[in-house]
């Protein structure tokens, strides 16, 4: 406990403090914890800087008073002029370590870190048409807009179904995805591909999970799906979601598809 009164003792015990908090801070459970511990010694720091000067002060209202080993004052005088000096030197070192902990402070206080509620965004898939089913969206693109075109295919949205099944199929993804030849459009929580030459068009709707759910995508191939390919077969208002494996592309799901039907 501080004295308040007992220069050397105080010193004593602010040493095997900093000695302890040297060992302690090696490791951290909390990573949070680090910015109470910056605070603590942004504070220790104005602390300090006052101890250097009232150290200066010391030595400066006592030079005319010493001597050195050899007891000569003059050379007593100059030691405690250069000790002094050095002193307030170290001070202001101090202050520039102390803007630059406030510096830090400041940033470690915008972290928030690793809260167990973050969510992270994904987009998983609402539905895929490709051959006469695409050409008529393709067609209302055409002449009514893009907003047109993600109008109608949210009509395949069933909510907790889609985002079930879309799960369930790995039909995830990091962002919605675009491949060569594709054009993109977005509004709200939609997001639509659409590749006139290819003959397909896709809708994916934006998806909030848990951080710790999430899962890394991986590389997606892009099998181009052509008007020749058999269509998916779709109902109205149903939820349609990608066959295959995890991320797997709709050419790809639909080439499978069509060499199983030639065999």
Same mark, same amino acid.
């Given at each position: 406990?501080?004295?308040?009164?007992?220069?050397?003792?105080?010193?004593? +015990?602010?040493?095997?403090?900093?000695?302890?908090?040297?060992?302690?801070?090696?490791?951290?459970?909390?990573?949070?914890?680090?910015?109470?511990?910056?605070?603590?010694?942004?504070?220790?720091?104005?602390?300090?800087?006052?101890?250097?000067?009232?150290?200066?002060?010391?030595? /400066?209202?006592?030079?005319?008073?010493?001597?050195?080993?050899?007891?000569?004052?003059?050379?007593?005088?100059?030691?405690? /002029?250069?000790?002094?000096?050095?002193?307030?030197?170290?001070?202001?070192? @101090?202050? =520039?370590?102390?803007?630059? /902990?406030?510096?830090?402070?400041?940033?470690?206080?915008?972290?928030?870190?690793?809260?167990?509620?973050?969510?992270?965004?994904?987009?998983?898939?609402?539905?895929?048409?490709?051959?006469?089913?695409?050409?008529?969206?393709?067609? /209302?693109?055409?002449?009514?807009?893009?907003?047109?075109?993600?109008?109608?295919?949210?009509?395949? +949205?069933?909510?907790?179904?889609?985002?079930?099944?879309?799960?369930?199929?790995? +039909?995830?993804?990091?962002?919605?995805?675009?491949?060569?030849?594709?054009?993109?459009?977005?509004?709200?929580?939609?997001?639509?591909?659409?590749?006139? =030459?290819?003959?397909?068009?896709?809708?994916?709707?934006?998806?909030?999970?848990?951080?710790?759910?999430? @899962?890394?995508?991986?590389?997606?191939?892009?099998?181009?799906?052509?008007?020749?390919?058999?269509?998916?077969?779709?109902?109205?208002?149903?939820?349609?979601?990608?066959?295959?494996?995890?991320?797997?592309?709709?050419?790809?799901?639909?080439?499978?598809?069509?060499?199983?039907?030639?065999?």
């Amino acid at each position: 406990m501080p004295t308040f009164t007992n220069p050397t003792s105080d010193a004593d +015990d602010a040493s095997e403090a900093l000695r302890g908090l040297a060992h302690a801070t090696r490791t951290f459970e909390n990573p949070a914890d680090t910015y109470p511990v910056i605070g603590d010694l942004l504070a220790g720091l104005r602390s300090l800087r006052q101890v250097m000067d009232q150290l200066a002060t010391v030595h /400066l209202a006592h030079q005319q008073r010493v001597t050195d080993d050899d007891h000569n004052p003059t050379a007593g005088a100059t030691a405690a /002029l250069a000790a002094a000096d050095e002193l307030h030197q170290a001070a202001t070192l @101090i202050d =520039q370590t102390h803007d630059r /902990l406030n510096d830090a402070m400041a940033h470690s206080g915008r972290i928030v870190w690793n809260p167990e509620d973050r969510l992270v965004e994904r987009w998983i898939g609402v539905v895929f048409l490709q051959g006469n089913e695409a050409d008529t969206v393709l067609d /209302l693109i055409d002449n009514e807009g893009v907003e047109a075109g993600i109008d109608h295919l949210s009509a395949w +949205d069933w909510g907790n179904e889609t985002t079930e099944a879309a799960m369930e199929n790995g +039909d995830v993804h990091d962002t919605a995805p675009v491949y060569a030849g594709d054009r993109q459009a977005e509004t709200g929580d939609y997001a639509m591909t659409y590749n006139v =030459q290819a003959g397909h068009v896709a809708l994916y709707r934006r998806h909030l999970i848990r951080a710790k759910d999430a @899962i890394d995508p991986a590389a997606e191939a892009h099998v181009p799906a052509r008007h020749s390919t058999p269509a998916r077969e779709t109902t109205g208002r149903r939820s349609t979601v990608r066959e295959g494996g995890w991320f797997e592309h709709p050419g790809v799901a639909a080439v499978k598809q069509a060499r199983s039907l030639s065999m």
